[in-house]
């Protein structure tokens, strides 16, 4: 581009996977430039690379082109790489995109944006290899031929009458193998694994894994064939469905665009209502303090040991939420487990508790020896590193139990477990941890 030697770098861009080309293309920052080296690309080659840029990418190249190039990328592009494209654009360019396609695209464009976003619907392509039951192989092979260039993906052909109704599936290799008289419904499975329109992305998803399948034909509500969901979609919808868990495990609103494209007001409105919510939570942890201040006069060293008490139970609690929350999204535990999962949680803090808590004691024992620590008179630091260790032994079984129940509560009130993580978890467990801590020394300490 520097030297201006179009010529090379078309031939080196030829050459080169879209996926590359369209990670090189995010690195140029002048839009004339962008939309030069995209205007290099051949025809086909350039749908694809579009289809791999990123929404901000794609914007740019958009509002350099004219309606005739935008209409080719838009008509070579898959179906459902098209409708990804449009979600993710302003209304103007949306309604530039519909007037320039071909009414074909167009139409099957309008079909799915129709359906309900993140659905199985929404993630589909209405182009698949559909094949009849009463066909020989040497028909249907012939029909590949003419069709497959046309289509996404032909590892399988779905099987249907003449109402569309889905009825089996083939794979290309059997069909292959088969002589060519064979007809179609003898090679067929028709135990079909199938999605419906409307039926949760995030659900298709653990099909995909569950039948280890690359491919999954999508059926309306009378069991008409009217799409396919391809691996590629399945994996992006993977990702976006882990990265809004995580945002939402670190009691932050997902954000909807990359980090980088989203303003600093964005990111902070994102933030602001789950800290303002915490912050007015953890009022209740100073509270409990308050309440105890006269306790904490009268054996001032106890308050070194809150900090130390507060995070190790936060910690404990969360690690217990965490393993439920992903035991749940993998589907390896549901509500109907609560006692199991409680009993297990409950021997895992008896064992990490009393870990803790020996080494705790030691600990405190080591440090005032060394003289960390002044008591006053009458105090006895053996008694003080006893509380200190009992609390955490009780904290931590407190903090399993709330850490694991918690999500599965949520589940089954039909709310997002990943909202019960580590943040609300530690608020909560902040306040136990501190009412059983007070509540043994002023048993112990307190005559």
């Not at 064939?225 to 990702?239: F, H, K, M, S, Y």
């Not at 808590?357 to 080591?366: D, T």
């Amino acid at each position: 581009m520097e030297a201006r030697s179009f010529s090379e770098l078309r031939k080196v861009l030829t050459d080169m996977n879209p996926a590359d080309i369209a990670e090189q293309m995010a690195g140029i920052d002048d839009d004339k430039s962008l939309v030069i080296v995209f205007r290099l690309l051949p025809k086909e080659q350039a749908s694809e690379v579009f289809s791999y840029l990123e929404p901000t990418e794609q914007e740019r190249i958009v509002n350099g082109i004219s309606d005739r190039e935008l209409a080719s990328i838009v008509n070579e592009m898959f179906v459902d790489d098209a409708v990804d494209f449009t979600e993710e654009m302003p209304a103007n360019i949306v309604k530039r995109v519909l007037q320039t396609a071909d009414p074909d695209t167009r139409k099957a464009i309008n079909q799915l944006l129709k359906y309900p976003d993140n659905s199985a619907g929404s993630l589909m392509t209405t182009e698949l290899l559909r094949l009849k039951s009463e066909w020989p192989v040497s028909a249907a092979l012939n029909y590949v031929r003419r069709s497959c260039m046309e289509l996404e993906s032909i590892t399988y052909a779905f099987v249907t009458d003449d109402q569309r109704h889905l009825s089996g599936v083939v794979s290309l290799k059997e069909v292959l193998g088969s002589d060519d008289d064979t007809l179609i419904s003898e090679i067929m499975d028709d135990d079909v694994i199938y999605a419906t329109t409307t039926e949760d992305q995030a659900d298709v998803a653990e099909r995909f894994k569950k039948y280890d399948v690359v491919s999954m034909p999508v059926v309306d509500g009378e069991m008409r064939l009217v799409g396919l969901i391809t691996i590629d979609d399945v994996v992006d919808v993977i990702e976006e469905e882990t990265t809004e868990d995580i945002y939402k495990m670190a009691a932050m609103a997902p954000i909807e665009d990359s980090y980088m494209s989203t303003s600093v007001f964005a990111l902070a409105r994102k933030r602001v209502v789950w800290l303002l919510v915490l912050m007015i939570s953890a009022t209740f942890t100073g509270l409990i303090i308050t309440k105890f201040e006269n306790m904490l006069t009268a054996v001032a060293i106890l308050t070194s040991f809150i900090p130390m008490l507060m995070d190790t139970c936060g910690n404990a609690g969360s690690q217990a939420s965490v393993s439920v929350i992903r035991a749940l999204v993998l589907g390896e535990v549901k509500f109907g487990n609560i006692l199991r999962v409680i009993w297990k949680e409950f021997r895992v803090s008896i064992i990490v508790g009393l870990c803790v808590a020996v080494v705790n004691f030691i600990r405190i024992i080591v440090f005032y020896y060394m003289g960390m620590y002044q008591l006053d008179a009458g105090q006895n630091i053996f008694l003080i590193a006893g509380v200190v260790s009992m609390t955490l032994v009780l904290a931590v079984i407190c903090a399993k139990f709330v850490g694991c129940t918690l999500p599965l509560l949520a589940d089954k009130a039909k709310l997002d477990p990943a909202l019960m993580a580590s943040p609300m978890i530690t608020t909560i467990v902040d306040a136990v941890s501190l009412l059983v801590y007070f509540g043994i020394a002023s048993l112990v300490l307190i005559r």
